[in-house]
């Protein structure tokens, strides 16, 4: 290893603490020098492909120069800015650009700084609509095994919740679900409505057709029609989260977009300003907005974050929504989209594996081997990826590709070779 490289870990390992990380079982993390297009090039001169898009943000690929130059020009003429009190270009062409590709009955635009804001803000609305309309409204539904991130209400709502005892007495009371799979659709109904008559349901918060941190779930789309539904009914406000499904990655540019209901609120970040600066926006209907439109100001939204609106984010999203609605970007989809699909079919003949299945540019399965989510044999699985030069993080036993829109035929297809050469290793 070179000196270098060394310096960097041992420095590493003596000041930061890492996200998502148990340190005392963690080595040294390895220090990437630099990212283009699909690739990471760590300081030893190594490559990979970036098999993940990085946390499916960089979908345009790594230092895109249209989303570099949209940024770089932008900071040279105005670059943060109180966002309570100001306004400024980028912010509302960016709500002009947004609100057209988003389905109509969205038609305000929150800004925030990251995915888990993006829903905190989308639970807080939901339970504040209710509110001002005096209704005592506080218990939230959200789907078994759901994420919607970190902060103390988003990760309440997550039932990713193994790792955050220490919080569970603090958490928004949640009532949770299971996911539709077509033949508990029914059950399902019966058991929400059930919850309705017992609880004070205030909101729903689901992602979209595909649970991300869970391991790239699929479920049934009639089935979150059905609850939806149910939940228009009821008065209970529908919050999509769609953080990880939002702006082309399940074929269409939102997930919603798959279904003949819409959400009240929907929550996006990630790939919205293509990995370059952070962000996240919640959006929300007319119906939603107006109940906080009032003379009284305490039925404002009081929430807000320092880089609220920051104009290099607003500049990276607008840039990246240009590319997502490019014809180039948009046969790039459908190209990965059948990539995936013809690798599915080689998939589904081997033997210990399950559960193939993909949507857009998604591709998941499941090894039929035991696996903890963050356990030995996982880490190694990653690490088998890593040594062929393909950077992908199974979830536990599910592996998954979530490459980035501009990926290479030739490189998707290095992933699927590496992915071949992995089941017969683990299996
Ligand atoms: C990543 C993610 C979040 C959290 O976003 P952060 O930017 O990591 O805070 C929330 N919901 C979903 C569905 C996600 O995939």
Request: net charge positive.
């Amino acid at each position: 290893m070179k000196k270098r490289t060394l310096a960097l870990m041992q420095e590493d390992k003596k000041n930061i603490w890492h996200p998502l990380t148990q340190h005392k079982l963690v080595e040294g993390l390895l220090p990437v020098k630099k990212a283009k297009a699909e690739r990471l090039y760590d300081t030893e001169g190594r490559s990979y492909i970036d098999g993940i898009a990085s946390w499916y943000t960089s979908m345009f690929g790594h230092c895109h120069p249209k989303i570099i130059d949209a940024v770089t020009d932008q900071m040279k003429e105005l670059d943060q800015i109180v966002f309570s009190g100001f306004t400024h270009e980028p912010a509302v062409k960016l709500s002009q650009e947004l609100l057209e590709i988003l389905p109509d009955v969205q038609t305000k635009l929150f800004f925030n700084d990251n995915g888990s804001t993006a829903t905190e803000v989308g639970i807080k609305m939901a339970l504040q609509y209710h509110s001002n309309r005096g209704k005592d409204k506080d218990v939230l539904l959200a789907f078994e095994d759901g994420f919607h991130g970190d902060t103390l209400g988003a990760m309440s709502a997550s039932g990713l919740s193994v790792y955050n005892g220490a919080f569970e007495k603090h958490f928004l009371e949640v009532k949770r679900i299971p996911k539709p799979n077509g033949n508990n659709n029914k059950v399902i109904i019966e058991q929400l409505e059930k919850l309705i008559a017992e609880h004070r349901i205030a909101g729903f918060i689901y992602e979209p057709l595909v649970q991300g941190a869970a391991g790239m779930k699929f479920y049934n789309a009639e089935g979150l029609e059905m609850i939806l539904q149910t939940c228009k009914e009821n008065g209970i406000i529908c919050i999509a989260d769609e953080v990880m499904t939002g702006f082309g990655k399940t074929g269409k540019l939102f997930a919603s977009d798959h279904l003949s209901i819409q959400p009240d609120i929907m929550c996006m970040s990630k790939a919205l300003s293509a990995g370059m600066v952070p962000m996240g926006v919640t959006s929300c209907s007319d119906r939603i907005y107006q109940a906080f439109y009032a003379d009284e100001i305490e039925k404002g939204l009081f929430h807000g974050h320092t880089y609220t609106g920051n104009p290099l984010a607003c500049a990276a999203a607008l840039a990246s929504i240009d590319l997502l609605r490019s014809r180039r970007i948009q046969q790039n989809i459908t190209k990965i989209e059948q990539l995936n699909k013809d690798f599915a079919k080689k998939l589904e003949k081997k033997k210990n594996v399950i559960n193939v299945r993909t949507m857009g540019v998604i591709l998941a399965f499941e090894l039929d081997v035991e696996m903890a989510r963050y356990g030995s044999l996982r880490n190694e699985l990653y690490q088998f990826f890593m040594d062929k030069g393909v950077f992908l993080r199974p979830l536990g036993n599910t592996i998954y590709v979530l490459p980035p829109f501009i990926i290479k035929g030739r490189n998707l297809q290095r992933i699927h070779k590496v992915i071949l050469q992995c089941i017969k290793k683990f299996t």
